[in-house]
């Protein structure tokens, strides 16, 4: 079993910046890709960003230039640091964690950018 925790969401200004961090816990041998996505209402949830246990980082169009993500192996733990918000950022954001047995969900973070 896995368990992650997610925290950093909140209300931001649009041109603001949030840091949002995952840490994995649990009894598990090793977490294969970790990462990011968010579901706005009314809207699939979809890809943020993702980065693997060497450092292979994948990032959504709507986000590149903006986002960065980042890990840290030895504690499981995953950061995405979010510049230059936007309204259209808004959505609740969830960490994912994959393993060989099956994937693992956050119960997600609120952010919130206003115009």
């Known amino acids: 079993q896995v368990q992650l925790v997610e925290s950093g969401g909140g209300l931001v200004q649009a041109g603001g910046s949030l840091r949002l961090s995952c840490a994995a816990s649990?009894?598990?041998?090793?977490?294969?890709?970790m990462g990011w996505y968010r579901q706005a209402p009314g809207k699939q949830r979809e890809l943020v960003a993702t980065?693997?246990?060497?450092?292979?980082?994948n990032f959504a169009d709507s986000v590149k230039g903006r986002f960065t993500i980042s890990r840290d192996n030895a504690k499981n733990t995953i950061y995405l640091q979010m510049n230059s918000l936007k309204p259209d950022d808004t959505a609740v954001y969830y960490c994912?964690?994959?393993?060989?047995?099956?994937?693992?969900w956050g119960q997600g973070t609120q952010v919130t950018v206003s115009a």
């Open positions: 994912k964690a994959v393993l060989i047995t099956r994937d693992y």
């Open positions: 649990g009894s598990f041998s090793s977490i294969m890709t």
């Open positions: 980065v693997t246990p060497g450092g292979t980082i």
